[in-house]
């Protein structure tokens, strides 16, 4: 009975949350490169901010920022440059702004 408890509380916490994301500090503990782009059309990736870990939808733009590293997904760092990013972003004003604009990029986020 604890094994199916156990198992179905796992299998909730996966399925019934956003894409959680921690920003470092330092480059070697990151995941991921991300840059910040001026204009929609630039960016790999449009972004919404998410107030609430609520979103049942994975790898789609809706990123909700964890206080700790070990709650996240991915852990990222702010570049400077466009150049140095694995991943460039924007971010968007509404929830139904988020998608990708550059879907090879995808993988990246998993």
Same mark, same amino acid.
């Given at each position: 009975?604890?094994?199916?408890?156990?198992? +179905?509380? !796992? =299998? &909730?916490?996966? !399925?019934?949350?956003?894409?959680? /994301? &921690?920003?470092?500090?330092?480059?070697?503990?990151?995941?991921?490169?991300? *840059?910040?782009?001026?204009?929609?059309?630039?960016?790999? =990736?449009?972004?919404?901010? =998410?107030?609430?870990?609520?979103?049942?939808?994975?790898?789609?733009?809706?990123?909700?920022?964890?206080?700790?590293?070990?709650?996240?997904?991915?852990? /990222? &760092?702010?570049?400077?440059? +466009?150049?140095?990013?694995?991943?460039? !972003? &924007? *971010?968007?004003?509404?929830?139904?702004?988020? +998608?990708?604009?550059? +879907?090879?990029?995808?993988?990246?986020?998993?």
């Amino acid at each position: 009975m604890k094994f199916f408890l156990t198992l +179905a509380l !796992i =299998l &909730f916490s996966v !399925i019934g949350k956003s894409q959680t /994301i &921690f920003s470092v500090k330092y480059l070697s503990q990151a995941d991921l490169k991300v *840059f910040v782009v001026k204009y929609e059309s630039q960016a790999d =990736l449009k972004v919404f901010k =998410l107030q609430y870990n609520n979103s049942n939808e994975k790898n789609c733009g809706k990123w909700y920022f964890v206080k700790y590293a070990s709650q996240a997904d991915k852990k /990222i &760092f702010f570049v400077n440059y +466009a150049s140095q990013a694995d991943l460039k !972003i &924007f *971010f968007v004003r509404y929830n139904s702004q988020a +998608a990708w604009n550059n +879907a090879s990029k995808k993988h990246l986020m998993y």
